[in-house]
Every structure is written in structure tokens, then in C-alpha cells.
């Protein structure tokens, strides 16, 4: 790495006075320059900025204490430390380079040595000022770069807490829809009680197919639950637990009173149907989902086709046999062909 150079400039109008100065610094190592009037250092000093200033008060023209003023005036220039040079030595001319940025004085005639240790000195105070700069300027960059990170992770934050918003106005219509459901279920079961408590049996007859209609819809309303539960609702939340528990319940009920319906159809329809055609018992939906088994066709097959879920399709296979009692597949299909179900 290359050693650099400090550069000092020194404004004099008597060049021939400073010349052992000028000689004195060059050997030590310093780049020295020297300009004669302050009008020639401020035309030049942008261009070639030099670390110290030695800078001579009394000047035709501009003098030392006007030029100093300049040069602090100038953000390009205001940090250069300037050291007097006079043969001045009233505190008042002190006082007045000091008042405007002056570092230090220098009496003439100068000593060579100790012009050295001040303007060392006051070099050295320059470079701390330089690395306390750098370091305060890397201390704003990190602070930006935290500032940038914190941002982010806010906005994320906010993202989290969105997103968990929108879960919960989902299980929160969920539930709605669940309080329906139950809803419904009481409603159908107040029903059931008075279709049993009817006499007119062909009102208890369409009062049945009713039933399994509702029983149908109320079905697939919680195959759906299922599947936003399974889709929409996020993993580990205490909600999802409680939620498939309020739906089994729900299929349970359901369950019930498909069994409620069952009893119904025994005690209304049992002589009817049974000697006429057995296959009128099962719903309209039974009937496709029988007509499927009887074609061959899978639990996988037969829920893709009717859009259900294969835990329905096996609910409606369980209450075929039940209504039909019928324990395997040989018996629904002879059931089938004598009764001539494609044509139902």
C-alpha cells in the first residue's frame, strides 16, 4: 500500500522568508506548495486540497484574517486546519484569528522545528477527525441498514397479523354455518316428531321424501365444511380441533335422525313398498349410488362422478344394505334386476 503523502500549503507574499520552512518540510516528507497573495490560494485551493494551512496575516490585498474567513465559509475548505503566521502579537489579533477558525498562531521568525510539532500536532487531530467521520458515517450506514431490516420485519409482522385476521373472519363464518346447521337438524327433528304423530299417511309419505331430501342436502353442506376445514383453515390452531368436533357431532345427529327417518318409512310404508318394490325405499339419490355399485363402478369412481367424498359414498352404501337388507354385493344386484331399477 502506498504511504500518502500530507500535503501543506503555505500563503506568503514574501516567498524568500520561507524558503528554509519550505526546505525544512519538503525533507520530512511533506508535499509542500506555496501561493503569494490569498487571491491565487482561493483560485487554486479547490482543485488541490491541502491538508494544513500556513497562512501569513498581513497581505496587500486580502489579508490573512479576511481569507481565513473565506475558507470557513466554504464547505469544501471549512474543516482544513489554518495556522497563523505573524509577527503580531496582540491578544487582541489573536483573539480575532481564533474567533474566525484559526487552529493556532506561529510567531515570526518562524523555528522550523517547532512549526513541525504544531503542524504534526494538528495533523494528527485531523486524521482522528477523519476516522471519527468514517466511523460515524459506517455507524448512519448500519443504521440504515437495521432501519431497513426493522421495516421489513414490520411489514411482515403486519402480513402475519392480516393473514391471521382473514383465518379468523373464515371460522367465524364457519361457525355460522355450523350454527345453521344445527339449526336445521332441530327444525328437521321437530318435523320428524310430527310426521310420527300424523295419521294421514299420505301426507307422512311426502312429509319422508322431504326428509330425505334435506338429509341429502344437509350431506353435502357438511362434506363442504370438511373440506374448508381441510383447505382453508391454517395447521395447529386450537379452533380446527373444536371445529371437527362440532362436525362430528353434527354427523352424529345427522345420523339419528337418518335413523329417526328409517323408522318413519317402517311403520308408514312397510306394507306398501315392501310388496310392491323395495327399491322404492331408498331415495333418489340411493338409487344412483346403487345403480353405480350395480355398473361396477368404485367408492373412488362413484364419488368422483357425483361429486362426494368417499366417506359419504360409503354412508350411502351402509344405508342401502340397512334399507334394503341386503349384507353383500350378489344380493343388491339381484335386488336390483328384479326390481328393474334402471327404470325407477
Not at 38 to 54: K, M, R, S
Not at 122 to 131: G, S
Not at 169 to 186: A, G, M, P, T, Y
Not at 278 to 306: M, T
Amino acid at each position: 500500500m502506498t504511504d500518502y503523502q500530507e500535503t501543506i500549503l503555505i500563503i506568503d507574499d514574501y516567498i524568500t522568508n520561507i524558503g528554509v520552512l519550505f526546505a525544512y518540510l519538503e525533507k520530512k516528507g511533506f508535499k509542500v506548495r506555496v501561493a503569494t497573495s490569498a487571491e491565487a490560494a482561493l483560485a487554486g485551493i479547490n482543485h488541490h486540497l491541502p491538508d494544513i494551512i500556513l497562512l501569513d496575516v498581513m497581505m496587500p490585498g486580502m489579508d490573512g484574517f479576511e481569507l481565513c474567513q473565506c475558507l470557513k465559509a466554504n464547505e469544501t475548505t471549512k474543516d482544513i486546519p489554518i495556522l497563523f503566521m505573524t509577527a503580531l502579537t496582540e491578544v487582541v489579533d489573536e483573539v480575532r484569528g481564533f474567533q474566525l477558525g484559526a487552529a493556532d498562531y506561529i510567531t515570526k521568525p518562524v523555528q522550523v522545528e517547532r512549526v513541525l510539532a504544531r503542524i504534526e500536532t494538528h495533523l494528527e487531530v485531523r486524521r482522528l477527525q477523519r476516522q471519527l467521520q468514517l466511523h460515524n458515517e459506517l455507524l448512519e450506514s448500519r443504521v440504515q441498514e437495521r432501519t431497513a431490516e426493522l421495516v421489513e420485519a414490520n411489514q411482515a409482522l403486519q402480513a402475519e397479523i392480516e393473514l391471521r385476521k382473514q383465518n379468523q373472519r373464515e371460522k367465524d363464518k364457519l361457525f355460522e354455518v355450523l350454527r345453521l346447521q344445527s339449526e336445521q337438524l332441530r327444525a328437521l327433528t321437530n318435523w320428524l316428531i310430527e310426521a310420527q304423530q300424523t295419521e294421514r299417511q299420505g301426507l307422512a309419505k311426502n312429509l319422508h321424501e322431504q326428509v330425505d331430501q334435506n338429509l341429502d342436502l344437509l350431506h353435502i353442506n357438511l362434506e363442504a365444511m370438511y373440506t374448508l376445514i381441510d383447505t382453508k383453515m391454517p395447521n395447529n390452531l386450537p379452533a380446527n380441533e373444536l371445529m371437527l368436533n362440532y362436525l362430528d357431532d353434527t354427523m352424529h345427529i345427522l345420523t339419528q335422525v337418518e335413523g329417526h327417518v328409517q323408522n318413519v318409512t317402517a311403520n308408514l310404508r312397510h306394507q306398501e313398498i315392501l310388496t310392491k318394490n323395495p327399491l322404492l325405499q331408498l331415495s333418489v339419490r340411493e338409487r344412483e349410488v346403487l345403480q353405480l355399485v350395480v355398473n361396477g363402478k368404485s367408492n373412488n369412481e362413484i364419488a368422483d362422478l357425483l361429486s362426494f367424498s368417499k366417506h359419504t359414498v360409503n354412508t350411502y352404501r351402509s344405508r342401502i344394505k340397512k334399507k334394503l337388507n341386503a349384507d353383500d354385493m350378489p344380493t343388491l344386484v339381484k335386488l336390483a334386476m328384479r326390481y328393474n331399477l334402471s327404470a325407477l
